[in-house]
Nanobody, 125 residues
Framework: VQLQASGGGLVQPGGSLRLSCAVS????????IGWFRQAPGKGREGVSF????????QYADSVQGRFTISIDNAENTVYLQMNGLNPEDTAVYYC???????????????????WGQGTQVTVSS
């Protein structure tokens, strides 16, 4: 099982980035995919989540309305479109997969056993 996150970079405040998480070694099927982030000196936090079975999504309050998570089951890839970026969004972003079918469990980090390497997102002028 492998997850490969990509798409990070340096962007000015107000700008946009699209992160990709390519999954290999298993079919998304009944897995949920989550995006987490860790800012310097802070703990890792959940950002957005999607259930591959029905497309149900969840967002952290801090990104609601600015970020959009989507899934391409044919390509086994999950995307995170990030608009209206601000310096507080600066972090290493990770994607993770877990066999989650319960909506209430989607945001629970411990339910995600498979993790990709991070991709750095820096928002600065």
């Amino acid at each position: 099982v492998q997850l490969q996150a990509s798409g990070g970079g340096l962007v000015q405040p107000g700008g946009s980035l699209r992160l990709s998480c390519a999954v290999s070694g298993f079919t998304l099927g009944y897995y949920a995919i989550g995006w987490f982030r860790q800012a310097p000196g802070k703990g890792r936090e959940g950002v957005s989540f999607i259930k591959s079975s029905d497309g149900t999504t969840q967002y952290a309050d801090s990104v609601q309305g600015r970020f959009t998570i989507s899934i391409d089951n044919a390509e086994n890839t999950v995307y995170l479109q990030m608009n209206g970026l601000n310096p507080e969004d600066t972090a290493v972003y990770y994607c993770a997969a877990g066999p989650i079918t319960i909506l209430q469990a989607m945001g629970v980090m411990s339910r995600y056993p498979y993790w990709g390497q991070g991709t750095q997102v820096t928002v600065s002028s």
